[in-house]
Antibody, heavy 121, light 108 residues
C-alpha cells in the first residue's frame, strides 16, 4: 500500500537547522509531487511548499522563502525538507504528503506520520 | 493570497447531520478537498475534488461546492466522527496550497 514514513523527532536550538526525511513506498515515486505541511501545537495546518519528484521543481510558501529547501533522492524514493535559522515558533509537527492532481487542482493523500521538531534553548 | 474561512466549531447530536462550511472568494471555481484529523494523528483525506470519496471513506461523508461556499456534510453522525476538519484548495495563480483554519466537530 502507499506509505510515507518520516524520520524521528528532533530537538534543536534557536538558529540551528533541521532536515526531515520522508521515505515513500508502494507507488512510482517520480510520478507524484510531495508537499510539506506543518502544524504548531494546538494550531491548524500550514502548507509549506512542494517539490516535484519528477524534475525537482519547487515552490515554497512566501513566509518561508529563503529558510526552507526541499529536495528528493529518487534512488531511495525519499523526500527531504530542510529548515534553517530555526526560531521558537518553528516548533511544530511536520508532515509530508503525496500530492495528487487533476488538471490544475492538487490534494494530498496519504500523509506521513509526522515529525515533531522542537526548537528550544 | 487566497483565504479560506471555516467556523471554529460545530456541534451535533449522534445520528444527526453535521455541516461544516468553508468560505472563499468564488470558491466554486476551485476544487475543494477535506481532511479529518483526530488527536495525535496525521490528517486523512475524506473528500477530494469537491465531492469524491477515497476508498474506505463511508458514504455518510459528502461534499458540495458552489458560489463562495463549500460544504462538508456528515450524515448519521457517530461518536467516532469527532475530529478536526480542514478544507483545502490549490491556488493556481501562485501554485501554492491553502488550508482553512479548521473546524472542531463535537458529537454531543
Amino acid at each position: 500500500q502507499v506509505q510515507l514514513v518520516q524520520s524521528g523527532a528532533e530537538v534543536k536550538k534557536p538558529g540551528a537547522s533541521v532536515k526531515v526525511s520522508c521515505k515513500a513506498s508502494g507507488y512510482t515515486f517520480t510520478s507524484y509531487g510531495i508537499s510539506w505541511v506543518r502544524q504548531a501545537p494546538g494550531q491548524g495546518l500550514e502548507w509549506m511548499g512542494w517539490i516535484s519528484a519528477y524534475n525537482g521543481n519547487t515552490n515554497y510558501a512566501q513566509k518561508l522563502q529563503g529558510r526552507v529547501t526541499m529536495t528528493t533522492d529518487t534512488s531511495t524514493s525519499t523526500a527531504y525538507m530542510e529548515l534553517r535559522s530555526l526560531r521558537s515558533d518553528d516548533t511544530a509537527v511536520y508532515y509530508c504528503a503525496r500530492q495528487l492532481w487533476f488538471g490544475e487542482f492538487f490534494w494530498f493523500d496519504p500523509w506521513g506520520q509526522g515529525t515533531l521538531v522542537t526548537v528550544s534553548s | 493570497s487566497y483565504v479560506l474561512t471555516q467556523p471554529p466549531s460545530v456541534s451535533v447530536a449522534p445520528g444527526k447531520t453535521a455541516r461544516i462550511t468553508c468560505g472563499g472568494n468564488n470558491i466554486g471555481s476551485k476544487s475543494v478537498h477535506w481532511y479529518q484529523q483526530k488527536p495525535g494523528q496525521a490528517p486523512v483525506l475524506v473528500i477530494y475534488y469537491d465531492s469524491d470519496r477515497p476508498s474506505g471513506i463511508p458514504e455518510r461523508f459528502s461534499g458540495s461546492n458552489s458560489g463562495n461556499t463549500a460544504t462538508l456534510t456528515i450524515s448519521r453522525v457517530e461518536a467516532g466522527d469527532e475530529a478536526d476538519y480542514y478544507c483545502q484548495v490549490w491556488d493556481s495563480s501562485s501554485d501554492r496550497g491553502v488550508f482553512g483554519g479548521g473546524t472542531k466537530l463535537t458529537v454531543l
